[in-house]
Structure formats: structure tokens, C-alpha cells
């Protein structure tokens, strides 16, 4: 069975130091994995994801995540913080479901609060 | 531009009533999901759907109902079996592949009093 933790539920950092959003997660497979952001009332957009080609992934607003296998994590960094980038952030794991055919299993982490200071 | 669109927004009913949540997508995707967002528990799935006329319960599905009668569509139904409805809805549609990001509205909020 898959799961996701994300490490902290709230990260606090000042605009223009560097941000750093803790994933951890288990497969047992080869798994898909996502980062999403969700503002305020908002729905989530995705940020970037890992499909098994490059394990540094780049993807919007200069995030990046790093997908290392023998630590099972899928960090999310970002090397200077915005006033932005506050929202609250999503890692997501996805793999095939027991039923095979099309049946892909999406499981979420808890979400992590970023705030960041003026 | 391709989407997803939820309404209403914001929604508020009587205790015992049904209450009926849109979402409907222009991007051609087969495959159409509902979650249920609390503050600090993520994301549940309550419904998916991979195909018209078929769908599958999520992990939270009691007191829910949907349909998909057309590729479009995913209407969400909260019934009055639902113990605890007041939540942050969020409709999702995908290519339905491993690689494929989910695409989301955003958002129904349903207060229940």
C-alpha cells in the first residue's frame, strides 16, 4: 500500500531565503509523483512531477523537487521565497491500483503551510 | 481556455436537505474525481468516474451520490445521510494515466447548519 508524509504541517521562512518542503512516501511500485499549491479558497495547481525520467524535477514559479529513491523522499525546494509562494503545498503519490486495467491510485499528503515573512 | 468549473462557489443548506454540487470540464478527459477537504486531513476521494455511465466509490463515499451521463459532467449530490457535509469540495478530471496530473476547479464551499 502507498503513503505519503509530509514532515511539517506549517514552515515558516523570510522572502528571498530559501524554502525547503519535506515529502516522504512509500510504494510498491514504481510510483508517479506530484507537487500541487493551493491558495486560499482556491483549487490546487500542479507544480511539477516525477514520471521516472530525471530524478530533479523543474517546474513553476523556480521550484524544484528531487526524487531519491534510496531515501524514498520528494523534497520540494525553492532557492528564494516570495510573499507569493504563501499557500499551502501538496505531495502526491500515484501508482496502479489492485484492480490493474486504468485504475491509478492517487494518495495525498496532509498538505504543508508555507507562510512567508516580510 | 480548457478547465474545470465548479458552482456555486459558496453554498449553505438546512440540516436534512440534499444539496447538489456542479462540475463540468472541457478538456476531454475520461476520468472525473470528488474530494473532500477538512483543514489539516489533505484530501479524501468521495467518488471517480473513468468513464460515462460508471463510477466508483472513494474511500469516504457514505452519504454521497453522483452521475456521469455525459463525458462533461460529474454532479455531486451531499444527502441528508451525510453526518458531517460542511466542507470544502473540490472537483478533479485527469487523463486517467499514472503520469497524468489532475486538473481542479475551484471549489465548492458547503456550510450545513
Known amino acids: 500500500a502507498q503513503s505519503v508524509t509530509q514532515l511539517d504541517s506549517h514552515v515558516s521562512v523570510s522572502e528571498g531565503t530559501p524554502v525547503l518542503l519535506r515529502c516522504n512516501y512509500s510504494?510498491?511500485?514504481?510510483?508517479?509523483l506530484f507537487w500541487y499549491v493551493q491558495h486560499p479558497n482556491k483549487g490546487l495547481q500542479l507544480l511539477l512531477k516525477?514520471?521516472?525520467?530525471?530524478?530533479l524535477v523543474k517546474g513553476i514559479n523556480g521550484f524544484e523537487a528531487e526524487f531519491k529513491k534510496s531515501e524514498t523522499s520528494f523534497h520540494l525546494t525553492k532557492p528564494s521565497a516570495h510573499m507569493s509562494d504563501a499557500a499551502e503545498y501538496f505531495c502526491?503519490?500515484?501508482?496502479?491500483?489492485?484492480?490493474?486495467?486504468?485504475?491509478?491510485?492517487?494518495?495525498f499528503g496532509k498538505g504543508t503551510l508555507l507562510t512567508v515573512n516580510p | 481556455d480548457g478547465g474545470i468549473t465548479q458552482s456555486p462557489k459558496y453554498l449553505f443548506r438546512k440540516e436534512g436537505q440534499n444539496v447538489t454540487l456542479s462540475c463540468e470540464q472541457n478538456?476531454?478527459?475520461?476520468?472525473m474525481y470528488w474530494y473532500r477537504q477538512d483543514p489539516g486531513q489533505g484530501l479524501r476521494l468521495i467518488y471517480y468516474?473513468?468513464?460515462?455511465?460508471?463510477?466508483q466509490k472513494g474511500d469516504i463515499a457514505e452519504g454521497y451520490s453522483v452521475s456521469r451521463e455525459k463525458k462533461e459532467s460529474f454532479p455531486l449530490t451531499v444527502t441528508s445521510a451525510q453526518k458531517n457535509p460542511t466542507a470544502f469540495y473540490l472537483c478533479?478530471?485527469?487523463?486517467?494515466?499514472?503520469?497524468?496530473?489532475?486538473?481542479f476547479g475551484n471549489g465548492t464551499r458547503l456550510t450545513v447548519t
Open positions: 510504494s510498491s511500485y514504481s510510483p508517479s
Open positions: 468516474s473513468q468513464i460515462v455511465n460508471d463510477f
Open positions: 516525477y514520471t521516472s525520467a530525471a530524478t
Open positions: 502526491v503519490v500515484s501508482e496502479r491500483g489492485n484492480s490493474g486495467g486504468s485504475n491509478y491510485k492517487l494518495t
Open positions: 478533479a478530471s485527469s487523463m486517467d494515466r499514472a503520469n497524468s496530473p489532475l486538473h
Open positions: 478538456l476531454n478527459h475520461d476520468a
